[in-house]
C-alpha cells in the first residue's frame, strides 16, 4: 500500500492562503489518480478535488472552484491543494488520497484506495 503523507495545514485568516503537500512512497506515482478530501467538524468527509495520473484531468468540488487549485509534480512523488481566498467554511481536516489502480478521476471515497494521516486546516475571522 503506498504510504501519503500530508504537510502544510495550518491557522489562517480569511481571504488567506495555505498550500498543502502530499508526499507518496513508491516508484508508481506517475500510475495513480490522485485526490484531496476534506472532513470539518459533525461532517461526513466530502470530495475536494482531484487528478489524473497526467493532469489532464482535474476536477473540483463547486464550493471550491475558482479558489482551489490541485496540481502534481510526478517526479517528485507529490499532489499538491494550492487553497486562496480561504473561508471559515474551508475549516476541516484535509485528506490526501491515491487510486493506485489509476482509472478515471473518482468523486467519492470509495474510488480512492490509499489515504494519508490528514492535516488540519483553521480559517478564522
Known amino acids: 500500500q503506498v504510504q501519503l503523507v500530508e504537510s502544510g495545514g495550518g491557522l489562517v485568516q480569511a481571504g488567506g492562503s495555505l498550500r498543502l503537500s502530499c508526499a507518496a512512497s513508491?516508484?508508481?506515482?506517475?500510475?495513480?489518480?490522485m485526490g484531496w478530501f476534506r472532513q470539518a467538524p459533525g461532517k461526513e468527509r466530502e470530495f475536494v478535488a482531484g487528478?489524473?495520473?497526467?493532469?489532464?484531468?482535474?476536477y473540483y468540488a463547486d464550493s471550491v472552484k475558482g479558489r482551489f487549485t490541485i496540481s502534481r509534480d510526478n517526479a517528485k512523488n507529490t499532489v499538491y491543494l494550492q487553497m486562496n481566498s480561504l473561508k471559515p467554511e474551508d475549516t476541516a481536516i484535509y485528506y490526501c488520497?491515491?487510486?493506485?489502480?489509476?482509472?478515471?478521476?473518482?468523486?467519492?471515497?470509495?474510488?480512492?484506495?490509499?489515504w494519508g494521516q490528514g492535516t488540519q486546516v483553521t480559517v478564522y475571522t
Open positions: 488520497a491515491a487510486d493506485r489502480r489509476g482509472r478515471r478521476v473518482g468523486l467519492t471515497e470509495g474510488d480512492f484506495d490509499s
Open positions: 487528478i489524473g495520473r497526467f493532469s489532464l484531468n482535474i
Open positions: 513508491g516508484r508508481t506515482f506517475s500510475g495513480y489518480v
